[in-house]
């Protein structure tokens, strides 16, 4: 899958897109060429290798053997060159030690579908193609696009849909083909992660661990390809949630992902919030101050949730981490007041409970919903302070009523030690299992001066949490499951019944690193790590959460999206957990808590962004950190 929003090309390891399943070069969500299969000398080339180059190409070889009496070798190599742009190049290699005359055939096809309907099974016939320039065109009621080749075919036959050229090859030529397919009239893509004025740090890691290096450059790569602009703010940039089947704007994943993306400088996190910003609902109502988003499945055991909840929560938070790590005083003052509607709704719907519940009539209050609220209220009250805003003080209060009830209501005794409950039920039933949305418990933000913010658990109950994230009914080795294999309804392949979700489980490596609890959190690391190399470093969305053994590989998940932005921003997340950066701009320092064990020795960062500057971190064997490039002026904190 090449990607570089709003293009996408999807094809199997083979090369040749048949026109099956999502074959295909995409435009903004419609295929705009679902068939394109090079025949030479009559034959299709036999597939030898495929992989990706970058984020938005792809490299496919095949071979053909033009005669029957060369023996064994092939005498002709061909390779294609995708990009997601709409443009492939075809190449032909002579081995031969005779010149060869070489009929290329490349029949095209195309229905023009919309995502949604191949999706779902429907995507229509083949339409009927046109002679067009140099090429083909293709039209129905909403759509066109044509395709061009060059240099131009000595044929075509828009009934077969086909393109010819002869070639005559010497001993040891080349010959070349290159195709473009586009909708009428538009241009080449602009994907916005290729220009110049990308948001994101061109960030580099090394170390002991060669993986490092190639997670964090794909990670990049991807989450480059995913960035999108807001059509009436150009200058603003967001990231889809991911490609194929999501390649728009999710609040809560954008916001989540510009969150764990702020090592990579503010500048993704600003123009997350402003766009979102300009989504807020207003006026009277209850659901004034939110952030709409859609439903979430939740598993069996849930409800779906309500996203638009979830975002609304991490849009304070976002802004006030985004100022710790330097977002400047002028992009913090604009948004603030969507952040004072926000913390507003909060307070206003949490009414004199101490839960938020989800927003739907009798709807229960999970375990989560609690965790983002809490932050959202101390990282909040946190902002409004330091902006001379009042409310934080009511924000505290709020803060400290929850974590008395939730210690004291959520937590379910057992023999085993105990576990946070999912959900608390209207009528005070806890739902009993555990799952890795628990996760989020660990998660408590970063305050001043390094320190993170509390937590809903205390002391005990956290060691409790951090043993069984790190017992084998969760840890997968790949990973951890979104929910425990002894669980009543476990599906290694459910969405949030058992598969591995990627950005939970790097939230559980870095609340557990945080939390001292070192061991569980380097072997949640090194199973993601190892799962990301059998993806070639291209973490998904989600996959099985199937139980490692020795020489098994990770099982992909057939409907995770793959590059998704909280995957390709948890491979940024787990990295610089290593570090433990914890900056303070307005006070021009940076604190660091790197993991003391070393879980994948020395570990070196550089490009990373604090107060917009250069910042670049190692990491020793030993556990302890030096800073070697930083801004001028900003301390080191103790």
Not at 108 to 127: R, V
Not at 178 to 185: F, H, I, N, S, T
Not at 320 to 341: C, F, I, K
Not at 571 to 595: E, Q, S, W
Request: net charge neutral; aromatic share 4%.
């Amino acid at each position: 899958m090449c990607v570089a929003l709003p293009g996408l090309a999807i094809s199997t390891e083979q090369g040749q897109l048949t026109g099956r399943g999502l074959d295909g070069f995409y435009r903004a969500g419609r295929r705009v060429l679902s068939r394109c299969q090079v025949r030479v000398a009559g034959r299709e080339p036999v597939a030898v290798q495929s992989r990706m180059t970058t984020a938005d190409s792809a490299r496919f070889l095949g071979t053909v053997r033009t005669s029957a009496h060369t023996g064994p070798d092939p005498d002709v190599v061909v390779e294609r060159v995708r990009h997601a742009d709409g443009t492939e190049r075809i190449t032909l290699y002579s081995a031969a030690p005779r010149p060869l005359r070489l009929p290329v055939e490349v029949a095209l096809g195309t229905d023009l579908a919309d995502l949604g309907a191949i999706a779902s099974g429907t995507p229509g016939p083949e339409l009927p193609a046109s002679v067009h320039d140099s090429g083909l065109r293709w039209s129905s009621p909403v759509a066109n696009s044509s395709i061009t080749a060059a240099p131009q075919p000595a044929d075509a036959l828009a009934s077969a849909g086909l393109l010819r050229w002869e070639f005559v090859l010497p001993p040891g030529g080349s010959a070349s083909v290159e195709l473009r397919v586009r909708p009428d009239g538009a241009g080449p893509v602009r994907a916005v992660g290729r220009a110049a004025t990308s948001p994101l740090a061109p960030a580099r890691a090394a170390g002991d661990d060669p993986r490092v290096r190639e997670l964090l450059r794909t990670s990049i790569e991807d989450l480059q390809a995913l960035l999108l602009r807001d059509p009436a703010h150009p200058t603003d940039t967001h990231l889809a949630a991911g490609a194929p089947w999501r390649c728009g704007l999710a609040p809560a994943e954008a916001l989540a992902a510009a969150r764990m993306l702020l090592p990579l400088g503010t500048r993704l996190a600003a123009g997350t919030l402003r766009t979102l910003a300009r989504t807020q609902l207003r006026g009277p109502g209850e659901q004034s101050g939110m952030i709409p988003g859609p439903r979430r499945d939740a598993g069996t055991q849930l409800p779906p949730g309500c996203t638009g909840t979830e975002a609304t929560l991490l849009f304070p938070v976002l802004l006030a981490e985004a100022r710790r790590w330097g977002l400047p005083d002028p992009d913090t003052e604009e948004l603030l007041p969507t952040a004072e509607r926000c913390l507003t709704w909060l307070r206003t719907t949490v009414g004199d409970a101490p839960y938020l519940r989800d927003p739907q009539p009798a709807g229960p209050a999970r375990c989560e919903t609690q965790a983002h609220a809490h932050r959202a209220a101390l990282l909040g009250a946190d902002l409004l302070d330091a902006c001379g805003r009042p409310g934080g003080a009511g924000l505290r209060q709020w803060a400290q009523e929850l974590r008395t009830a939730f210690r004291e209501e959520f937590w379910i005794d057992d023999l085993g030690g105990g576990r946070p409950a999912a959900a608390r039920a209207p009528d005070g039933r806890l739902v009993p299992h555990l799952g890795a949305a628990t996760v989020h418990l660990l998660d408590t933000g970063l305050l001043g001066g390094g320190e993170r913010a509390s937590g809903l658990l205390d002391n005990v109950q956290t060691e409790q949490l951090a043993r069984l994230l790190g017992g084998p009914a969760m840890d997968s080795g790949w990973g951890l499951r979104g929910l425990g294999a002894k669980e009543a309804g476990y599906n290694p392949f459910g969405h949030r019944g058992g598969a591995v979700r990627t950005h939970e489980t790097a939230v559980a490596v870095a609340g557990l690193a945080t939390a001292g609890y070192e061991k569980e959190a380097a072997s949640l690391l090194r199973g993601t790590l190892a799962a990301a190399e059998a993806f070639g470093h291209r973490l998904p969305e989600m996959y099985a959460g199937e139980q490692r053994t020795d020489g098994s590989a990770p099982v992909p998940h057939p409907a995770a999206c793959r590059p998704a932005a909280t995957a390709a921003a948890a491979g940024v997340l787990l990295l610089t957990t290593l570090a433990g950066i914890r900056p303070d701009a307005p006070a021009k320092t940076v604190t660091l808590r790197p993991v003391r064990s070393a879980p994948l020795g020395e570990i070196v960062l550089t490009g990373l962004r604090i107060a917009g500057a250069p910042f670049a971190v190692r990491v020793g064997r030993l556990g302890l950190a030096m800073v070697e490039e930083a801004a001028d002026g900003l301390q080191l904190g103790v």
